[in-house]
């Protein structure tokens, strides 16, 4: 089962620590871009099954509710849309309204996934968000309210002045919430990023590495106490309740990707569309050439991506069913590398499951460069 992607790239304001494909909102620029957005959906139209549609972004809240009708609606038409297909609204809490919510929910979004970041207000202000502690928790009432049982927060740790105990409040403030899912992610600093100037200029600082380790693992088992599951290196869910198009990412599984910047990969080829949102609007009206980087992925690509992504997963790799599916033999070529990661309690090898410990989740990407023995595109 395919899944579709579909990306959003406004925001009322650009946040200092931002490295996604985004612009300011501009109504008529967005007017445009919904209708590039049907016409390119259309053109990728071949009635494959898919089970779950992604509006990501940028802030996909921004959209009309009729807008974000007509393309599930263009996506329906153009695929076979599963009558239970999971559709999510990626949402900034300050973006929503009761009224906005049960209009996106008649519209189709079966799944809410809020941009919380923090339930601590000098927090949301340092990363320059537009809501507050209150405001997240109100939207999350309003969905509810609203009849979404699927809802995800996203929260982000190692942030600029917080200590490990701050950064527990917020998980422990999720916690009482009580969404379907959460994401936890830490702060990453891009190089040009704003907030390294104003963390500069401010005095500023990050804990001590250790201190992020424990605001990870000390979250986490705090999670599993409250019936949470970690089925991913930063993904908890309720049962049944993971993200099954984010799953698809790291299952080995295929998507097509719509609107600017936006990637897919399918029958091992990989593409990313035109990032710049004009030039993306310009290009479909034309009828040109979208895709660029577009490349096929060798046997051993394609390989190592599924290596790389499975062990994402808290189930981790069955490493038989990558034999069989590569024609291959996953610990005869790695083992030998992967061993120092096993006797050091990161990894463990059952013979046929392969996974990160919770340990190793957080040296993740050490472990991983085993498999990057050649160059794969993210
Ligand atoms: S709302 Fe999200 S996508 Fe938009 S600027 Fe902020 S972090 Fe980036």
Request: proline share 3%.
């Amino acid at each position: 089962m395919l899944g579709l992607y579909v990306h959003i790239p406004f925001c009322s304001a650009i946040c200092n620590y931002c490295n996604f494909n985004r612009g300011l909102f501009d109504a008529a620029l967005k007017e445009r871009y919904v209708a590039a957005l049907l016409r390119e959906i259309a053109t990728h139209a071949d009635g494959s099954p898919a089970d779950t549609i992604y509006f990501g972004g940028g802030t996909p809240s921004l959209l009309e509710p009729n807008e974000i009708q007509s393309i599930i609606a263009a996506c329906r038409h153009a695929f076979a849309v599963t009558a239970d297909a999971e559709i999510t609204l990626e949402a900034n809490p300050e973006t929503v309204t009761l009224e906005r919510l049960d209009g996106v929910r008649a519209a189709g979004i079966n799944r809410l996934s809020y941009g919380v970041q923090s339930f601590r207000d000098e927090e949301l202000q340092r990363l320059s968000r537009l809501h507050s502690a209150s405001r997240a928790a109100d939207a999350f009432a309003m969905a509810r309210r609203a009849g979404f049982d699927n809802i995800s927060l996203d929260l982000m740790m190692w942030l600029p002045q917080q200590t490990v105990a701050q950064w527990l409040e917020s998980v422990d403030a999720l916690i009482d919430i009580g969404p379907d899912h959460a994401s936890l992610y830490i702060l990453e600093l891009y190089p040009n990023a704003p907030l390294r100037d104003e963390m500069a200029r401010a005095r500023w600082s990050q804990a001590a590495d250790d201190d992020a380790a424990e605001m990870y693992l000390e979250a986490m088992a705090r999670l599993d106490r409250a019936g949470y599951t970690q089925y991913e290196i930063s993904n908890v869910a309720r049962t049944g309740r993971e993200s099954r198009h984010n799953l698809k990412y790291w299952t080995d599984g295929e998507w097509l990707g719509f609107g600017c910047g936006a990637h897919s990969t399918r029958r091992a080829v990989r593409w990313k569309n035109l990032a710049s949102t004009t030039d993306y609007i310009a290009t479909v009206a034309a009828g040109g050439q979208l895709a660029t980087e577009r490349r096929e992925l060798t046997a051993r690509e394609a390989l190592e991506e599924a290596l790389f992504t499975g062990l994402r997963l808290a189930r981790g790799i069955d490493v038989h069913t990558v034999n069989t599916r590569y024609h291959t033999d996953v610990w005869g070529i790695y083992g030998g590398s992967l061993e120092r990661f096993r006797d050091a309690g990161l990894l463990i090898y059952d013979g046929r499951l392969l996974q990160l410990s919770r340990a190793g989740m957080l040296l993740a990407n050490e472990v991983m460069t085993v498999f990057l023995q050649s160059p794969v595109v993210h």
